[in-house]
């Protein structure tokens, strides 16, 4: 395997950890902290905590980035036809996926913390409802 083609399969391992441990705080900080997001608004609280998801995320992302190289050693790196090309290819793909599950689960996340912060509001007993003309 050429070195070009080495530096793509571990950039891909790392931006998979990365972003899996970027979701994973996101979702901590999201849970732990929920009555200090109430104090800002919408937009605000959003933006910080994936500032603080993205920080907490790259501090974590440098101990299990060893392990893991450590553990794949032999299977990740073993393929000695591939080009460097097609490891570029392969690492962009598994980096554009990975992206595209971590949006999601933000998305997701955000979505169940909304909900819980402002339940929905019972019209039935609503004292503004207006009776629809005949």
Same mark, same amino acid.
């Given at each position: 395997m050429s070195q *070009?083609? &080495?530096?793509?399969r571990t950039g891909l391992i790392?931006?998979?950890?990365? %972003? %899996?441990l970027l979701l994973l705080a996101f979702g901590a900080?999201?849970? +732990? +902290? =929920?009555? =200090?997001?109430?104090a800002l608004g919408a937009t605000e609280s959003l933006l910080a905590r994936l500032?603080? #998801?993205? !920080?907490?995320? #790259?501090?974590?992302?440098?101990g299990p980035s060893g392990v893991v190289l450590n553990l794949l050693q032999g299977s990740a790196f073993s393929d000695t036809t591939l080009s460097a090309a097609a490891s570029r290819n392969q690492a962009l793909l598994g980096i554009?996926? &990975? %992206?595209?599950l &971590? &949006? !999601?689960?933000?998305?997701r996340i955000e979505m169940y913390h =909304?909900? =819980?912060? #402002?339940?929905?509001?019972?019209?039935? *007993?609503?004292?503004?409802r207006v009776e629809p003309r005949r």
């Amino acid at each position: 395997m050429s070195q *070009d083609a &080495t530096f793509y399969r571990t950039g891909l391992i790392e931006a998979i950890l990365l %972003l %899996l441990l970027l979701l994973l705080a996101f979702g901590a900080l999201t849970i +732990m +902290m =929920r009555e =200090r997001w109430l104090a800002l608004g919408a937009t605000e609280s959003l933006l910080a905590r994936l500032a603080a #998801s993205v !920080v907490v995320a #790259s501090i974590a992302v440098g101990g299990p980035s060893g392990v893991v190289l450590n553990l794949l050693q032999g299977s990740a790196f073993s393929d000695t036809t591939l080009s460097a090309a097609a490891s570029r290819n392969q690492a962009l793909l598994g980096i554009a996926l &990975t %992206l595209a599950l &971590t &949006t !999601v689960g933000i998305i997701r996340i955000e979505m169940y913390h =909304r909900h =819980r912060v #402002s339940p929905p509001v019972q019209e039935e *007993d609503a004292e503004w409802r207006v009776e629809p003309r005949r």
